[in-house]
């Protein structure tokens, strides 16, 4: 098996791997570090937690120690805390050569950030949208001699979702020079490889890691079949039993909404369990400070929407819960693969009602994984069921009585503008929308009725007719 050095690396960034635990190359880095080093676009698809940051980490900081200036490289990741953790790996693994990084993401002080970015930081780490408002408001920096542009979990970048990156894409793009390397990382890029290679045109070197199956070994995948009622009560058994036989196991629940990730997280306080949430209704100081103290240990339990899905590592997680099924395959894979990583054991357990199991399906089929049941003590679970139903309803209305839904509100009003509409107009256009809608629904409803009304007439005439 090659070692850093024969793959290319200077002795000095050898050094630094050894002392952050990274001796032998994983075959994503084996594979993919040679043609990025020889000044190849590469695209890399590997599964969760086997080292994807590092195979783009370390070539850029190779290269630039030997050409050092900035902005020598922009890296554009989709969520806030992962760009977050990018940036760390580059400022850890550059230290020796004074590598000096900047992080551009929304619901952070911009004028600060225009600063940073006007001093020529080496590495740009940037979630989409709010680089591309530096770019269309400022004109302090510029990225026209960047020689690395990397896009880490590329196909969540180049999806058309709720969150759309790419109108903010083209943006950046276009400030960018045509001659530069791109590399695209991913554990499911296979999907978008014909978007992905409209930004990677420089025969891109691709490399897929070769395995049956598209979830790590070492995942004990479960799932507990439960109707929607005793879900929570599963949850706090599940959580309940995790807790009184390992100590030091972190575990992470996923959800399917902000308010569902809200009321879990208050009702799992309510059990005494130390738990902290993470969702995009949080405030980006909120979200940090509570992803902190979750990595520290000081809460064992976050509980989160989707936001927190890709590319955390989080080497203490055991326990991915998907409190939600999810509806697509690939948000499964990321989600369990916050746990069992860089050759670590972990459990993933799916909770699904009877409406999911056809999604289940869809899972194994893609995964090429069967998920087995995981034996729960039902008694144990009944036992609690309405203690935990009672508690989840108070919750639910004490948060009615705050300003949660209203918050909702204001940050949607907030997107909106932010994607220059005009939000009262807009409230309007959904109102006479819905109008029509439901005069349509009307009218469509008053023709059935006519048409009933008609057809029992009609029977009557037939019925008369036959008794004459
Ligand atoms: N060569 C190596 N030897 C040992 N550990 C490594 C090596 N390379 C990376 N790691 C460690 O493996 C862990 C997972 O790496 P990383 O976060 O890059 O995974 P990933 O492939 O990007 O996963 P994801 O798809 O979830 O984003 C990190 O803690 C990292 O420090
Ligand atoms: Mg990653």
Redesign the pocket.
Same mark, same amino acid.
Request: no cysteine; proline share 6%; aromatic share 4%.
């Given at each position: 098996m090659a070692d850093f050095s024969s793959l290319g690396l200077s002795d000095w960034l050898v050094k630094q791997c050894k002392q952050? /635990?990274?001796?032998?190359?994983?075959p994503?880095?084996e594979n993919c570090m040679p043609p990025i080093l020889e000044g190849r676009d590469c695209m890399g698809c590997?599964?969760? /937690?086997?080292?994807?940051?590092?195979a783009f980490v370390l070539p850029v900081v190779q290269k630039l120690s030997e050409d050092p200036y900035g902005i020598f490289c922009l890296v554009l990741t989709p969520t806030r805390s992962l760009a977050y953790q990018i940036a760390e790996q580059f400022r850890v693994l550059g230290k020796p050569l004074g590598l000096r990084d900047c992080i551009i993401v929304g619901g952070m002080d911009m004028v600060s950030q225009a600063l940073e970015l006007s001093n020529q930081p080496h590495v740009v780490v940037a979630t989409p949208g709010r680089l591309a408002d530096h770019i269309r408001s400022s004109d302090t920096f510029s990225m026209s001699k960047i020689q690395f542009l990397i896009l880490?979990?590329a196909d969540r970048l180049l999806e058309q979702g709720c969150t759309d990156f790419t109108k903010d894409l083209e943006t950046i793009l276009a400030t960018l020079p045509a001659k530069r390397q791109t590399l695209l990382?991913?554990?499911t890029l296979t999907d978008t490889l014909h978007e992905l290679k409209n930004i990677a045109m420089n025969k891109p070197f691709f490399w897929e890691s070769k395995s049956e199956t598209r979830t790590v070994e070492e995942l004990d995948q479960r799932y507990i079949l439960t109707p929607e009622k005793v879900k929570d009560a599963y949850l706090v058994h599940l959580i309940q039993t995790f807790t009184d036989e390992h100590d030091d196991w972190s575990i992470i629940i996923f959800t399917n909404t902000c308010k569902d990730c809200q009321v879990l997280t208050m009702m799992l306080r309510e059990f005494n369990f130390p738990t902290i949430s993470l969702h995009s209704m949080m405030k980006q100081k909120q979200r940090f400070a509570n992803l902190a103290k979750f990595k520290a240990s000081v809460f064992k339990i976050l509980v989160a929407t989707d936001v927190a899905a890709?590319?955390?590592?989080i080497?203490t997680v055991q326990v991915v819960i998907n409190h939600n099924t999810p509806g697509l395959p690939k948000i499964y894979i990321?989600r369990v /693969?916050?746990t069992a990583?860089?050759g670590r054991n972990g459990v993933s357990i799916t909770l699904v009602t009877q409406y999911d199991i056809h999604l289940v399906h869809s899972i194994e089929g893609q995964i090429q994984t069967k998920l087995k049941e995981y034996p729960v003590e039902e008694k144990e679970v009944l036992k609690i069921l309405t203690q935990v139903n009672v508690t989840r309803r108070e919750i639910e209305i004490k948060l009615e009585s705050t300003d949660f839904d209203e918050k909702k509100e204001i940050n949607k009003r907030k997107q909106l503008i932010l994607e220059g509409k005009d939000p009262d107009l807009e409230a309007k256009r959904k109102a006479e929308l819905e109008k029509i809608r439901s005069q349509k629904k009307k009218q469509k409803h008053g023709q059935l009725k006519k048409k009933l009304i008609k057809r029992k007439q009609l029977k009557k005439k037939k019925a008369a007719q036959a008794t004459a």
């Open positions: 952050l /635990g990274i001796n032998k190359p994983t994503v880095q590997a599964k969760t /937690g086997s080292g994807k940051t590092a880490d979990e990382f991913s554990a890709r590319g955390l590592d080497p990321h /693969g916050r990583r860089a």
